[in-house]
T-cell receptor, first 113, second 116 residues
Framework: TQLLEQSPQFLSIQEGENLTVYCNSSSVFSSLQWYRQEPGEGPVLLVTVVTGGEVKKLKRLTFQFGDARKDSSLHITAAQPGDTGLYLCAGSPLAGNNRKLIWGLGTSLAVNP | NAGVMQNPRHLVRRRGQEARLRCSPMKGHSHVYWYRQLPEEGLKFMVYLQKENIIDESGMPKERFSAEFPKEGPSILRIQQVVRGDSAAYFC??????????????FGQGTRLTVV
């Protein structure tokens, strides 16, 4: 069974701090996606990474896909209260139905003003 | 994700009743996915459908649950004879037809089912 482990599970920081959250697996994925979910809402896609070693930037968010395509990280610079939410990673498996995303449990981020 | 419409947003059912959850995909999207989310378990894949076809239902319980995506109209997730354990948030996602590995799915706001 392919699993995605996210860490830390909870993170509470002050506005302006930097942070990194991780998404790890022992399995290789064809692609990996990061979503943000707010309470009472559905996940919103932030980015998809496909190539091993790939780095993508989205304003203050930097996403990296591991060289072996087994892990990924999300770094937020100068966090703001609006960044508060549940950050989820989801991977497309190499074999079988690549549309059947495998999900981590998420990192719940709270940015305090 | 505003393009994927789910209704109702909240649904309360008594044990033994039927629950029908609807999902209209984004315009131009021909693939629909249903997921269930529980606080301690995260999002779990249930079923993947294209128009008039079930492609993968490996995540769906064998009994009481069914899904369809007719040629016309929304996708329906149907739960018969609901039990308290069915209480969860059910999310629908859609994606366009694509042969690539980028399975970018766009989610609706979910239906929160409460069984009393």
């Amino acid at each position: 069974t392919q699993l995605l482990e996210q860490s830390p599970q909870f993170l509470s920081i002050q506005e302006g701090e930097n942070l990194t959250v991780y998404c790890n697996s022992s399995s290789v994925f064809s692609s990996l996606q990061w979503y943000r979910q707010e309470p009472g809402e559905g996940p919103v896609l932030l980015v998809t990474v496909v190539t091993g070693g790939e780095v993508k930037k989205l304003k203050r968010l930097t996403f990296q896909f591991g060289d072996a395509r087994k892990d990924s990280s999300l770094h937020i610079t100068a966090a703001q209260p609006g960044d508060t939410g549940l950050y989820l990673c989801a991977g497309s498996p190499l074999a079988g139905n690549n549309r059947k995303l495998i999900w981590g449990l998420g990192t719940s981020l709270a940015v305090n003003p | 994700n505003a393009g994927v419409m789910q209704n109702p947003r909240h649904l309360v059912r008594r044990r033994g009743q039927e629950a029908r959850l609807r999902c209209s995909p984004m315009k131009g999207h021909s693939h629909v996915y249903w997921y269930r989310q529980l606080p301690e378990e995260g999002l779990k894949f249930m079923v993947y459908l294209q128009k008039e076809n079930i492609i993968d239902e490996s995540g769906m319980p064998k009994e009481r649950f069914s899904a369809e995506f007719p040629k016309e109209g929304p996708s329906i997730l149907r739960i018969q004879q609901v039990v308290r354990g069915d209480s969860a948030a059910y999310f629908c996602a859609s994606s366009p037809l694509s042969e690539g590995v980028n399975t970018e799915a766009f989610f609706g706001q979910g239906t929160r089912l409460t069984v009393v």
